[in-house]
């Protein structure tokens, strides 16, 4: 079994910056796919980044060249910078074997923005 535990959310100003990390314990040594999903009240649960064990990464459109994924080992961290209020959200960290990115959740971090 894996455990995801999220941090660094919080409330934030339009345009500000807030770094999310998610720490991965337990069977690690089977997790290849970390990400980050959103969920807005009201809306679906949304993919916002993802990186696979080799680095590659992916973004939704609507956070390319605002938001970085990166991992260290069991964590992954999302940097998120020039933050909008659409992108208020509770977020969610991920992680799957091999070909999978959703086998494992963490309980999730509020992100708001707002002034």
């Known amino acids: 079994q894996v455990q995801l535990v999220e941090s660094g959310g919080g409330l934030v100003q339009p345009g500000g910056s807030l770094r999310l990390s998610c720490e991965a314990s337990?069977?690690?040594?089977?997790?290849?796919?970390m990400g980050w999903s959103r969920q807005a009240p009201g809306k679906q649960r949304e993919l916002v980044a993802s990186i696979t064990d080799g680095g590659s990464t992916g973004y939704a459109g609507s956070v390319q060249g605002r938001f970085t994924i990166s991992r260290d080992k069991n964590i992954v961290y999302l940097q998120m910078n020039r933050l909008e209020p659409e992108d208020t959200a509770v977020y969610y960290c991920s992680a799957g074997r091999t070909g999978r990115l959703y086998d494992y959740w963490g309980q999730g971090t509020q992100v708001t923005v707002s002034s």
């Open positions: 337990g069977t690690i040594f089977f997790v290849a796919n």
